[in-house]
């Protein structure tokens, strides 16, 4: 780690020339809004209520800093740093004394020395979209009474900036002058924030990570910005960055992150090994930087990014009657894990507008998911699967890819799961029993489930001695069939311990069906219309039901 230093220092010196805060392209917007400023005054407000000789420490700040310059990239802080100023310009504009106005405004702004060099300049500089904003509305004099007048934001941020103004502003307008001018002494004399500065922005972004107990970390993502803005030309900067930011708001600020974990395993074609910031640097970014940072933007992020957004939506768009693209991706959204989203997204981004392909091979695509699921394919053996894919994408193969297709023993043994007693398999049983009744359904695709679903026996697991399930099955024939397919269904309600060993046709009135007497799954209406539940019914159920996924699923099956 390059030199670190941590040091306790008063507001009167955090807001002096020692430092020049600048917010980078990179870092997420301003987020606090009327509630954390609202805190943020009734934490001063305590602080000032204490003993005149207890200091108050308003948290950390993490910066990249050279130690013989006052230029400071805010890695950790924005949003105190913001707000405070925030509230220095408001106490400015409420001041009743100049002299009281000219020194708050020092705080805010640089006044500059011709005998120093130094120039004049506002202490914290905002993100390049909105850094005019927070200079003219609030750092300016006067500006507040323009913002509050009807200045229109122009974006989230701005808002946030707005509406902190406002509630600030009500709120110290509520306190007299002599209040006022006690609380910004509190803040100047009495106030501390511990500056931790190094010189290395990987370093800052650690000890970020470890020290950060308040707002949103800092992501590699957050990292990459960083990198490749600040590869490009100055005069790109500003355009690239709003790129970035529009296609981070697009995603939000999880799904961007995740964009890129599944864009280093478009590359990589291997599970991770190492952190993802280790591992996107080195084999994505060192590909187009310095020299073709543009070039990642327009032909990796953005591409992929739209692909993403189309996944994570299930609304893919770029060709007319899209219907059959998206209802396949609303069924590899069951499966258990996002492995099967990276060669999704090299497929809708490779193949964008075709949509014939995109429909084969997703639908090839699905039956692997479901197969890994069925097998019970762990971490490792579904990276291995997937990032054969990858290669045999890459290399052309295309739907003829041998990763995409099930072997004939890989077949067999899917069937051969499907048949058993499914029930075991927490997770496979109501992945399999919801595709099931999606197959049983019109229209076919179960885009609205209830919030609660569960899987039940018909044939109930600890019949009473008196029952007829005792009668119509032998102990060996309970055995064999309660935990298969035939024997299970769907329902949209919490199990009922007594009512799961009713008589059948009780069960079937009682248990299965809802308030209005129907059922909301297909899979359970066929047994509600069925007469008599036997090991005959049975045999034939089971049959029909892993036929009718083999169909789906292309798997070789004879009854």
């Given at each position: 780690?390059?030199?670190?230093?941590?040091?306790?220092?008063?507001?009167?010196?955090?807001?002096?020339?020692?430092?020049?805060?600048?917010?980078?392209?990179?870092?997420?917007?301003?987020?606090?809004?009327?509630?954390?400023a609202?805190?943020?005054?009734?934490?001063?407000y305590?602080?000032?209520?204490?003993?005149?000789?207890?200091?108050?420490?308003?948290?950390?700040?993490?910066?990249?800093?050279?130690?013989?310059?006052?230029l400071?990239?805010?890695?950790?802080?924005?949003?105190?740093?913001?707000?405070?100023?925030?509230?220095?310009?408001?106490?400015?504009?409420?001041?009743?004394?100049?002299?009281?106005?000219?020194?708050?405004?020092?705080?805010?702004?640089?006044?500059?020395?011709?005998?120093?060099?130094?120039?004049?300049?506002?202490r914290?500089?905002?993100?390049?979209?909105?850094?005019?904003?927070?200079?003219?509305?609030?750092?300016?004099?006067?500006?507040?009474?323009?913002?509050?007048?009807?200045?229109?934001?122009?974006?989230?941020?701005?808002?946030?900036?707005?509406?902190?103004?406002?509630?600030?502003?009500?709120?110290?307008?509520?306190?007299?002058?002599?209040?006022?001018?006690?609380l910004?002494?509190?803040?100047?004399?009495?106030?501390?924030?511990?500056?931790v500065?190094?010189?290395?922005?990987?370093?800052?972004?650690?000890?970020?990570s470890?020290?950060?107990?308040?707002?949103?970390?800092?992501?590699?993502?957050?990292?990459?910005?960083?990198?490749?803005?600040?590869?490009?030309?100055?005069?790109?900067?500003?355009?690239?960055?709003?790129?970035?930011?529009?296609?981070?708001?697009?995603?939000?600020?999880?799904?961007?992150?995740?964009?890129?974990?599944?864009?280093?395993?478009?590359?990589?074609?291997?599970?991770?090994?190492?952190?993802?910031?280790?591992?996107?640097?080195?084999?994505?970014?060192?590909?187009?930087?310095?020299?073709?940072?543009?070039?990642?933007?327009d032909?990796?992020?953005?591409?992929?990014?739209?692909?993403?957004?189309?996944?994570?939506?299930?609304?893919?768009?770029?060709?007319?009657?899209?219907?059959?693209?998206?209802?396949?991706?609303?069924?590899?959204?069951?499966?258990?894990?996002?492995?099967?989203?990276?060669?999704?997204?090299w497929?809708?981004?490779?193949?964008?507008?075709?949509?014939?392909?995109?429909i084969?091979?997703?639908?090839?695509?699905?039956?692997?998911?479901?197969?890994?699921?069925?097998?019970?394919?762990?971490?490792?053996?579904?990276?291995?699967?997937?990032?054969?894919?990858?290669?045999?994408?890459?290399?052309?193969?295309?739907?003829?890819?041998?990763?995409?297709?099930?072997?004939?023993?890989?077949?067999?043994?899917?069937?051969?799961?499907?048949?058993?007693?499914?029930?075991?398999?927490?997770?496979?049983?109501?992945?399999?029993?919801?595709?099931?009744?999606?197959?049983?359904?019109?229209?076919?695709?179960?885009?609205?489930?209830?919030?609660?679903?569960?899987?039940?026996?018909?044939?109930?697991?600890?019949?009473k001695l008196?029952?007829?399930?005792?009668?119509?099955?032998?102990?060996?024939?309970?055995?064999?069939?309660?935990?298969?397919?035939?024997?299970?269904?769907?329902?949209?309600?919490?199990?009922?311990?007594?009512?799961?060993?009713?008589?059948?046709?009780?069960?079937?009135?009682?248990?299965?069906?809802?308030?209005?007497?129907?059922?909301?799954?297909?899979?359970?209406?066929?047994?509600?219309?069925?007469?008599?539940?036997?090991?005959?019914?049975?045999e034939?159920?089971?049959?029909?039901?892993v036929?009718l996924?083999?169909?789906a699923?292309?798997?070789?099956y004879?009854?």
């Amino acid at each position: 780690m390059k030199k670190l230093e941590a040091h306790e220092v008063p507001l009167s010196k955090v807001f002096s020339s020692d430092y020049e805060f600048v917010i980078p392209d990179y870092q997420r917007p301003y987020t606090w809004g009327p509630e954390q400023a609202t805190q943020l005054l009734e934490d001063l407000y305590e602080a000032m209520a204490r003993d005149p000789g207890d200091p108050y420490f308003l948290g950390s700040v993490v910066l990249v800093k050279e130690t013989d310059s006052p230029l400071s990239q805010v890695i950790d802080g924005q949003q105190r740093l913001t707000t405070l100023t925030i509230l220095l310009s408001v106490l400015r504009e409420l001041s009743t004394r100049p002299e009281d106005a000219a020194n708050l405004d020092k705080l805010i702004w640089e006044p500059g020395d011709t005998i120093q060099e130094l120039a004049s300049r506002p202490r914290v500089r905002l993100r390049p979209r909105d850094e005019d904003f927070f200079r003219k509305y609030v750092q300016d004099r006067g500006g507040l009474e323009v913002l509050e007048a009807g200045a229109a934001p122009e974006n989230d941020a701005q808002e946030r900036i707005a509406a902190n103004v406002t509630v600030l502003r009500k709120k110290l307008a509520e306190r007299s002058a002599a209040e006022r001018l006690a609380l910004a002494k509190t803040i100047v004399q009495r106030t501390f924030l511990v500056v931790v500065s190094t010189l290395d922005l990987t370093s800052a972004y650690r000890i970020f990570s470890v020290m950060n107990s308040r707002g949103v970390e800092l992501s590699p993502a957050d990292i990459f910005k960083s990198k490749v803005i600040g590869a490009l030309p100055d005069d790109l900067k500003e355009k690239y960055a709003g790129k970035w930011e529009d296609l981070e708001a697009d995603l939000g600020r999880e799904g961007f992150s995740d964009l890129f974990s599944h864009i280093r395993m478009v590359y990589m074609k291997v599970r991770a090994r190492e952190q993802l910031l280790l591992e996107f640097e080195s084999h994505v970014l060192s590909s187009f930087l310095p020299a073709h940072a543009a070039d990642f933007v327009d032909e990796v992020l953005e591409p992929y990014g739209r692909a993403y957004r189309d996944i994570v939506t299930c609304d893919y768009q770029p060709v007319t009657d899209a219907t059959e693209i998206n209802q396949w991706l609303r069924r590899l959204h069951r499966l258990d894990n996002f492995d099967w989203q990276a060669p999704a997204l090299w497929a809708l981004t490779h193949h964008a507008f075709d949509r014939d392909w995109l429909i084969a091979f997703l639908g090839k695509l699905d039956r692997l998911g479901a197969w890994m699921l069925v097998r019970r394919y762990n971490t490792h053996g579904r990276g291995q699967r997937i990032g054969q894919l990858l290669r045999e994408l890459d290399s052309g193969q295309g739907l003829d890819s041998p990763a995409l297709e099930l072997t004939a023993d890989e077949q067999v043994e899917m069937i051969d799961r499907l048949s058993g007693e499914i029930y075991a398999q927490t997770t496979v049983r109501k992945y399999v029993l919801i595709r099931l009744n999606e197959l049983l359904s019109d229209p076919p695709v179960f885009e609205h489930p209830p919030k609660i679903i569960t899987v039940e026996h018909v044939l109930p697991q600890n019949p009473k001695l008196d029952s007829e399930w005792r009668r119509l099955f032998t102990p060996e024939e309970r055995t064999h069939w309660i935990h298969r397919l035939a024997n299970l269904v769907l329902l949209s309600r919490t199990k009922n311990s007594e009512a799961q060993n009713y008589d059948f046709v009780i069960k079937k009135s009682r248990y299965f069906t809802s308030r209005s007497g129907v059922s909301n799954f297909a899979l359970t209406t066929q047994v509600l219309a069925t007469a008599g539940w036997t090991p005959e019914v049975l045999e034939q159920r089971q049959h029909a039901l892993v036929g009718l996924l083999a169909q789906a699923w292309s798997l070789s099956y004879e009854a």
